[in-house]
T-cell receptor, first 115, second 111 residues
Framework: GAVVSQHPSWVICKSGTSVKIECRSLDFQATTMFWYRQFPKQSLMLMATSNEGSKATYEQGVEKDKFLINHASLTLSTLTVTSAHPEDSSFYIC???????????FGPGTRLTVL | DAKTTQPPSMDCAEGRAANLPCNHSTISGNEYVYWYRQIHSQGPQYIIHGLKNNETNEMASLIITEDRKSSTLILPHATLRDTAVYYCIVQSGAGSYQLTFGKGTKLSVIP
């Protein structure tokens, strides 16, 4: 399987600030990456699909201007939460699509807390 | 994608086999069955997947019924580290690749 890292593993920020989360594919070049979020005691919800070199595809109800996704290289995708508010506090998880399979491999997640 | 139904929770004694069931009665012919697990406060971990044949790897075995309407994930010798939420997901694989997570089964391995 693929090895995926995320940075930071946790972050605390003030309301109104922006936070950038990085997702890296460490052992192969990932054309497609996904971003999920998970609220406490709930399941993962897909936010967007990111393809290298093109605009991300967002799921219904996810504001593209608030959650900026950049997939500028085959090993790095970033999610920027702009003007964060306490309701954006969540566990953000990325995944990469395997290079020879249709299997997704997930990062360890980033815990965002907005005060 | 087809929906899945899993029991909300299960217990298993340490060292015994854990058998986790999943119903996916509306699965289509080109849809795969995937299993992931999520240990508390971590990202999901891929376990195994299959189309119609039974599959086995170093982590688990996947038994899919002949009509493909249900499957069972088997952890042959459960350990305390297998305590997690296990998700059964049906994925079309036909260019979609998206995973829709349900509530999963909370497996508790008991000493």
């Amino acid at each position: 399987g693929a090895v995926v890292s995320q940075h930071p593993s946790w972050v605390i920020c003030k309301s109104g600030t922006s936070v950038k989360i990085e997702c890296r594919s460490l052992d192969f070049q990932a054309t497609t990456m996904f971003w999920y979020r998970q609220f406490p005691k709930q399941s993962l919800m897909l936010m967007a699909t990111s393809n290298e070199g093109s605009k991300a595809t967002y799921e219904q109800g996810v504001e593209k201007d608030k959650f900026l996704i950049n997939h500028a290289s085959l090993t790095l995708s970033t999610l920027t939460v702009t003007s964060a508010h306490p309701e954006d506090s969540s566990f953000y998880i990325c995944s990469v699509l395997g290079d020879s399979t249709d299997t997704q491999y997930f990062g360890p997640g980033t815990r965002l807390t907005v005060l | 994608d087809a929906k899945t139904t899993q029991p909300p929770s299960m217990d298993c004694a340490e060292g015994r086999a854990a058998n986790l069931p999943c119903n996916h009665s509306t699965i289509s012919g080109n849809e795969y069955v995937y299993w992931y697990r999520q240990i508390h406060s971590q990202g999901p971990q891929y376990i195994i997947h299959g189309l119609k044949n039974n599959e086995t790897n170093e982590m688990a075995s996947l038994i899919i019924t002949e009509d493909r309407k249900s499957s069972t994930l088997i952890l042959p010798h459960a350990t305390l580290r297998d305590t997690a939420v296990y998700y059964c997901i049906v994925q079309s694989g036909a260019g979609s690749y998206q995973l829709t997570f349900g509530k999963g089964t909370k497996l508790s391995v008991i000493p």
